[in-house]
């Protein structure tokens, strides 16, 4: 019940400040002429949420000065701080999971939290590489990962709506130099993987072309793009299977360079509910390696069908969400989401979920 009318007030309070400030927006020129400052005290009470940023994911720091949240990413209201200074202030104070289990950062738990503070723990692998998370049982008040349950959810990628107006057909996006049938990416080549498993009945059947560190064939990342663009098919093959857990292989070598996926990971429905069901082929689709061999051979020469994987572009740009600071600004749009008491007495069990 509290919690109930506690959200309606926000909500309430959010409309109406939105009214405001519409109005405020469209009353600006003569506004201007009269006094500034009422109309800016008002604006300016909007509360700001902050979030501390205990240490950097693999201590790489990135600027946070002037207001990043807003100038950069468009989200208001949003406070990112890196200095531990802040901690008394701060409404979120984030954990990187990685910093913590291979011993270089501690939780500050000798520090008296504020009593509205929430800790995050963050982590963008799959739980065959978090570690034991029994140490931080009862620390933690919010998730963030690219699991889609995670209080904070931060993708790897994400399709997002765009209207680029009549007269593009389909072929105007699908790069024009295709000549490799099936190309992959590895730098972790590890034989009890299953998608090695996968790999090595496939290149019996078509010619797979690899590259990556594991075959000495690094790529940069212009020469990335240009490779794989010429592939019509990218093995966008997950290191573990697990729930969600869809990487920046098929947003970005798959989606974004622009090869159609060929998916091992988790099971279909969950790559549907992030991407339309006919943009993508998964290896569980067919019964045998044999037949998705013979599957992605027929479809490179037809080119009508082959084209019709590239249907969502007419609809969607994909795109990376690659930069910490853009992952940390999202939490600030969540926080009326938030119960006002929750903690995490098993990380372990709710990875598992
Ligand atoms: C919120 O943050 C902005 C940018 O730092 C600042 O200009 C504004 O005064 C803050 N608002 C409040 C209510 O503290
Ligand atoms: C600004 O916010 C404070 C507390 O957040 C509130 O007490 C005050 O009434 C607000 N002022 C205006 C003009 O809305
Ligand atoms: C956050 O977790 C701590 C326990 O570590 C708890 O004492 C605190 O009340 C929680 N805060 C919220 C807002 O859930």
Same mark, same amino acid.
Do not use: E, Q, S, V
């Given at each position: 019940m509290d919690f109930c009318c506690h959200r309606w007030t926000l909500l309430a309070a959010s409309l109406a400040c939105l009214t405001l400030f519409g109005s405020l927006l469209t009353m600006w020129p003569s506004l201007r002429k009269m006094s500034q400052r009422p109309a800016l005290q008002v604006i300016n009470n909007i509360t700001n949420t902050t979030v501390l940023v205990w240490y950097w994911p693999f201590a790489s720091s990135s600027s946070v000065g002037g207001n990043v949240c807003s100038e950069?990413? &468009? =989200?208001?209201?949003c406070i990112l701080v890196d200095d531990r200074s802040s901690f008394s202030q701060a409404d979120f104070v984030v954990f990187h999971n990685r910093g913590l289990i291979n011993g270089q950062q501690r939780l500050p738990v000798h520090l008296t939290r504020p009593q509205k503070q929430r800790w995050v723990w963050t982590s963008l692998e799959s739980p065959a590489h978090n570690?034991?998370?029994?140490? @931080?049982? &009862?620390? @933690?008040?919010c998730t963030m990962s $690219? !699991?889609?349950?995670? +209080?904070i959810t931060i993708p790897y990628g994400m399709l997002v709506p765009q209207d680029f107006g009549t007269g593009l057909t389909v072929e105007d996006f699908i790069p024009k130099d295709k000549s490799s049938l099936a190309c992959w990416v590895v730098s972790n080549y590890d034989p009890h993987h299953k998608r090695t498993e996968v790999y090595n009945k496939l290149k019996t059947i078509i010619p797979v072309d690899v590259y990556g560190g594991a075959v000495n064939k690094r790529l940069n990342d212009k020469t990335l793009r240009s490779t794989i663009s010429r592939c019509y098919f990218y093995l966008s093959f997950e290191n573990s299977i697990s729930t +969600? $857990? =869809?990487t920046e292989k098929f947003w970005y070598n798959a989606f974004m360079i622009g090869a159609v996926p060929v998916v091992l990971g988790p099971p279909r429905e969950q790559y549907e509910a992030v991407a339309p069901k006919d943009s993508f082929i998964h290896v569980? +689709?067919? !019964?045998s390696i044999e037949e998705l061999g013979e599957f992605l051979r027929k479809l490179a020469k037809d080119k009508q069908r082959y084209a019709s $994987? @590239?249907?969502?572009r007419l609809k969607y740009t994909a795109k990376r969400l690659a930069d910490w600071r853009e992952r940390f600004c999202r939490i600030c749009p969540k926080v009326s989401s938030f119960q006002t008491q929750k903690v995490y007495d098993d990380l372990d069990a709710w990875e598992r979920k």
């Open positions: 950069m990413f &468009g =989200i208001p209201n570690g034991n998370l029994k140490p @931080f049982a &009862g620390h @933690f008040n $690219y !699991r889609l349950n995670a +209080d +969600d $857990y =869809i569980d +689709d067919f !019964r $994987y @590239f249907n969502w």
